[in-house]
């Protein structure tokens, strides 16, 4: 059920009490208890055993920056069993409102993600763009001038788009070159601003993926005065992928209420896009931005999305 623009406004008092922004997507998670296990590792009741290898690796680029070459880091978690695998190409989100430097820096994975694909034989990428992570070069995916945080405007969120795009399709390249993955059998995935990526990383390679897989995609916050037409012009882009998609989003987002979501998601029907929205709910009080980590909830819709695109 979608929230009118009053309700979601209600949040946003509550944002500034928590520093969250009012514009741009977050890709991190809500605070809970840490798990004992080690990466790549899951408690099965009596201790922690290992469901996937993880690989911390470097992909080359065409970009240079300073004069030097740009590499970024790609974090693999390789199914236990023997490949080459198909594999998920998994994006990130951005940092909150983009006004704390430390927060580049802390490479992005999640093991909810890894878990589900890698059980299903999936190798899953997720690789960290310009200046995230550990990866070479300048993070500047739309700031304000002053880069005291990230620009609500149009021109220089759009440029931002741009340029993450660019590191995605980089990332592809190296990943689809790779001995241990199928690139025939390739699938476009992230959060968040992730989302928004994955979707119109599809439709700029059509021919390279299965499917893509959008959670609480967008690359505005609803808040910001562009967010309409940045988040629909990002989505536009993924109109050309003749393949279905799967869009998923949560009730009680922070940064984005269905009625937001579900308009950028007809406008890409309405483009020629192929897909399904689907919704969830969480416990009361719970943001719907971070479904991601409540593999409960999407699991089945997944698994059918899964099954419907290796087939087709």
């Known amino acids: 059920m979608s929230r009118p623009w009053l309700a979601w406004v209600g949040w946003l008092p509550l944002l500034a009490a928590l ?11 809500e605070a809970a208890p840490r798990a004992s296990c080690a990466s790549g590792s899951a408690w099965d009741g009596t201790a922690c055993r290992p469901y996937a290898r993880r690989l911390e690796e470097r992909a080359p680029t065409p970009f240079v920056e300073d004069g030097r070459p740009v590499s ?23 940092t909150g409102n ?11 994975t ?13 190798l899953v990428a997720f690789p960290q763009r310009r200046g995230r992570g550990q990866s070479d070069g300048l993070y500047d995916e739309g700031f304000t001038p002053d880069r005291s945080g990230y620009s609500c ?16 399709d980089a990332a592809l390249a190296w990943v689809a070159g790779r001995s241990d993955v199928v690139a025939s059998r390739l699938v476009s995935a992230g959060q968040s601003r992730g989302g928004a990526l994955a979707v119109a990383h599809a439709g700029l390679r059509p021919d390279r993926f299965l499917g893509a897989v959008n959670f609480v ?3 505005l916050g609803e808040g910001c005065v562009d967010a309409v037409a940045v988040n629909r012009s990002a989505f536009l882009r ?39 929205f689907r919704t969830y709910s969480r416990a009361p009080g719970l943001n719907g931005h971070f479904i991601i980590d409540e593999p409960a909830l999407w699991t089945a819709d997944l698994d059918a999305y899964l099954r419907q695109v290796d087939q087709d």
Do not use: K, M
């Open 19 to 29: 520093g969250l922004p009012a514009c741009g997507g977050s890709g991190a998670h």
């Open 238 to 276: 993924g109109a050309l992928f003749e393949r279905p998609s799967l869009w998923l989003y949560g009730d009680n987002d922070s940064f984005y209420s269905l009625a937001h979501s579900r308009g950028g998601f007809e406008a890409f029907l309405a483009a020629g896009g192929q897909g399904s």
């Open 98 to 108: 983009g006004s704390d430097p430390t927060l580049f820096r802390r490479t992005y």
């Open 110 to 122: 999640n093991e909810a993600i890894a878990q589900f694909f890698t059980a299903r034989g999936f």
């Open 153 to 168: 405007l149009q021109g220089p969120a759009l440029a931002g788009f741009e340029r993450a795009l660019q590191d995605v």
């Open 72 to 94: 970024l880091e790609v974090v693999l978690f390789q199914p236990l069993a023997p490949g080459p695998y198909p594999t998920v190409l998994f994006h990130h989100g951005s």
């Open 217 to 219: 995609g967008g690359w």
